[in-house]
């Protein structure tokens, strides 16, 4: 029994060396595995969080790139090295603020300032203990005037400090609510040390970001809404989707997103111009996905469906007419069928040409790593060619400022059959109209007008309710199926 343990002891201790070796090997390869888009490296861009919320700005991270944050400029190269959804404190100086990289968490805000005695009670009791009724707003509390603190602001003292300092010389900090302190911290923190949440730009972050700051941009299109419209599109890998985008280019960057360079998205215009897709540019897409981007005016994308689909037609006539031929291949196709003796000759043809077919819609990253390519190129003759002979899988509309039956009525014979269609608008009439459109005319089944609906929550210690102001409507989607009439 000894021998048998020492047997399996030295065992396992081989197999622990080699185990080892084998994750040392894999963190080696791991370092030198190249950025996935989880760093942050020069020329990409950032979204900007400042003060939770308070303020989301975008930028690129280019050299000599700076941003302003109250009075205070900073520049942003000291981003770079550092994960996406770092937290960061701007420290003022006199040669202009600097980001310092602190803790995610804000539950260090109270530390070391307004301690305790140790006589006082405890968190719970100190709230029902403390109220508020005898504090008088007189400015009279804080000893610190507006001189003191902008002297120590431009000597280069930290936020930190100078938050100390003012809870300090203040006559009634102590006696708040340890939510009034909260409050209080929260507020001053907010002025003299902002943090910013350096984030990943992505269908979500952008959406609400444009959203909270300019939602006449997206035509108000809400991240709940964006994710319905993607599902009902059936937006997946190795989809070819048509996408007709007057929202900035934020349809367009999703559906890419989504794809991840496997399939198509082709963004169309019907005005002689191409309208604006610059929100493309924000997501730090690769090479092989921006190449996946590509832009087609919708008259030419009709004109080779309709050249297609005659072609086709003009095939079927030709075989009507040879009908007296068809049984004499009928027969010779039997023949060969109960023939024992298989003929090899035509199966890698066609699997040359199945695997073809998926190499053109499959990821390429055969593209050099210095090399940047710009999404929206405009597509190619073989592409326009394949689109017009078998059509999209998918169509997405978002042009608030168009009729929606105008633009569907062009638009859906360029879907193939059994495809899935969402328009989006801002306002139930027109979706309305057009789903009345659709029924009469008999081109789509499984039609759906919905609203979707959301809530946002404050979650916070026995602060947790639904938020006090919110959106009220999130816009609304018309979906369906097309169904050919050929």
Same mark, same amino acid.
């Given at each position: 029994?000894?021998?048998?343990?020492?047997?399996?002891?030295?065992?396992?201790?081989?197999? +622990?060396?080699?185990?080892?070796?084998?994750?040392?090997?894999?963190?080696?390869?791991?370092?030198?595995?190249?950025?996935?888009?989880?760093?942050?490296?020069?020329?990409?861009?950032?979204?900007?969080?400042?003060?939770?919320?308070?303020?989301?700005?975008?930028?690129?991270?280019?050299?000599?790139?700076?941003?302003?944050?109250?009075?205070?400029?900073?520049?942003?190269? !000291?981003?770079?090295?550092?994960? &996406?959804?770092?937290?960061? *404190?701007?420290?003022?100086?006199?040669?202009?603020?600097?980001?310092?990289?602190?803790?995610?968490?804000?539950?260090?805000?109270?530390?070391?300032?307004?301690?305790?005695?140790?006589?006082?009670? $405890?968190?719970?009791?100190?709230?029902?203990? /403390?109220?508020?009724?005898?504090?008088?707003?007189?400015?009279?509390?804080?000893?610190? =005037?507006? *001189?003191?603190? =902008?002297?120590?602001?431009?000597?280069?003292?930290?936020?930190?400090?100078?938050?100390?300092?003012?809870?300090?010389?203040? #006559?009634?900090?102590?006696? /708040?609510? #340890?939510?009034?302190?909260?409050?209080?911290?929260?507020?001053?923190?907010?002025?003299? !040390?902002?943090?910013?949440?350096?984030?990943?730009?992505?269908? +979500?972050?952008?959406?609400?970001?444009?959203? $909270?700051?300019?939602?006449?941009?997206?035509?108000?299109?809400?991240?709940?809404?964006?994710?319905?419209?993607?599902?009902? $599109?059936?937006?997946?890998?190795?989809?070819?989707?048509?996408?007709?985008?007057?929202?900035?280019?934020?349809?367009?960057? =999703?559906?890419?997103?989504?794809?991840?360079?496997?399939?198509?998205?082709?963004?169309?215009?019907?005005?002689?111009?191409?309208?604006?897709?610059?929100?493309?540019?924000?997501?730090? &897409?690769?090479?092989?996905?921006?190449?996946?981007?590509?832009?087609?005016? !919708?008259? %030419?994308?009709?004109?080779?469906?309709?050249?297609?689909? /005659?072609?086709?037609?003009?095939?079927?006539?030709?075989?009507?007419?040879?009908?007296?031929?068809?049984?004499?291949?009928?027969?010779?196709?039997?023949?060969?069928?109960?023939?024992?003796?298989?003929?090899? *000759?035509?199966?890698?043809?066609?699997?040359?040409?199945?695997?073809?077919?998926?190499? #053109?819609?499959?990821?390429?990253?055969?593209?050099?790593?210095?090399?940047?390519?710009?999404?929206?190129?405009?597509?190619?003759?073989?592409?326009? /060619? +394949?689109?017009?002979?078998?059509?999209?899988?998918?169509?997405?509309?978002? #042009?608030?400022?168009?009729?929606?039956?105008?633009?569907?009525?062009?638009?859906?014979?360029?879907?193939?059959?059994? $495809?899935?269609?969402?328009?989006?608008?801002?306002?139930?009439?027109?979706?309305?109209?057009?789903?009345?459109?659709?029924?009469?005319?008999?081109?789509?089944?499984?039609?759906?007008?919905?609203?979707?609906?959301?809530? *946002?929550?404050?979650?916070?210690?026995?602060?947790?309710?639904?938020?006090? %102001?919110?959106?009220?409507?999130?816009?609304?989607?018309?979906?369906?199926?097309?169904?050919?009439?050929?």
């Amino acid at each position: 029994m000894r021998s048998s343990n020492c047997i399996t002891l030295g065992r396992c201790k081989t197999l +622990r060396r080699i185990m080892g070796s084998e994750k040392e090997a894999e963190k080696v390869e791991t370092k030198n595995l190249p950025n996935n888009g989880t760093m942050i490296t020069p020329g990409c861009a950032v979204l900007l969080d400042i003060n939770n919320g308070d303020k989301m700005t975008f930028a690129h991270l280019n050299k000599n790139a700076s941003v302003k944050i109250g009075n205070t400029k900073c520049w942003l190269d !000291a981003l770079v090295g550092h994960p &996406f959804g770092s937290v960061f *404190e701007v420290q003022s100086g006199a040669k202009g603020g600097s980001f310092v990289r602190v803790s995610p968490s804000g539950a260090d805000l109270r530390d070391g300032l307004g301690e305790k005695d140790d006589g006082e009670e $405890a968190p719970g009791d100190e709230v029902k203990g /403390k109220d508020n009724r005898s504090l008088i707003d007189n400015n009279t509390a804080q000893t610190l =005037s507006a *001189e003191d603190i =902008s002297k120590m602001r431009t000597e280069g003292v930290s936020g930190r400090a100078i938050m100390e300092a003012l809870v300090a010389n203040s #006559a009634t900090f102590h006696t /708040k609510t #340890a939510f009034s302190q909260e409050k209080y911290l929260r507020k001053k923190q907010k002025k003299y !040390a902002p943090r910013v949440v350096v984030r990943r730009p992505s269908a +979500r972050s952008v959406c609400e970001a444009y959203f $909270a700051k300019d939602p006449n941009k997206t035509g108000h299109l809400r991240m709940d809404m964006l994710s319905l419209i993607l599902s009902l $599109a059936n937006v997946g890998g190795y989809a070819e989707v048509l996408v007709l985008d007057m929202l900035g280019g934020l349809l367009t960057a =999703s559906v890419a997103e989504r794809l991840g360079g496997y399939g198509f998205v082709c963004s169309t215009y019907h005005t002689s111009k191409p309208q604006t897709i610059d929100m493309v540019r924000l997501f730090n &897409f690769d090479a092989s996905t921006s190449s996946r981007v590509v832009r087609a005016p !919708a008259s %030419q994308l009709i004109a080779a469906r309709t050249a297609a689909s /005659k072609f086709s037609t003009d095939s079927a006539l030709q075989e009507t007419d040879g009908e007296d031929c068809i049984p004499i291949i009928l027969n010779e196709a039997k023949a060969v069928s109960t023939s024992p003796i298989v003929d090899l *000759e035509d199966t890698p043809r066609l699997e040359s040409e199945h695997t073809a077919k998926r190499r #053109a819609q499959s990821r390429s990253d055969d593209f050099e790593p210095g090399k940047s390519i710009k999404p929206g190129r405009l597509a190619s003759e073989e592409d326009m /060619k +394949r689109w017009g002979r078998e059509g999209f899988t998918s169509l997405i509309v978002g #042009a608030p400022f168009l009729d929606p039956w105008t633009v569907v009525k062009k638009l859906l014979p360029l879907l193939a059959s059994s $495809a899935p269609f969402v328009i989006y608008h801002p306002y139930l009439q027109p979706l309305a109209e057009c789903m009345n459109k659709l029924q009469s005319e008999r081109i789509a089944v499984a039609l759906q007008l919905q609203e979707p609906w959301l809530r *946002e929550y404050q979650v916070l210690p026995s602060r947790t309710h639904p938020n006090m %102001q919110m959106s009220s409507t999130g816009g609304w989607a018309l979906s369906g199926i097309y169904i050919s009439k050929t």
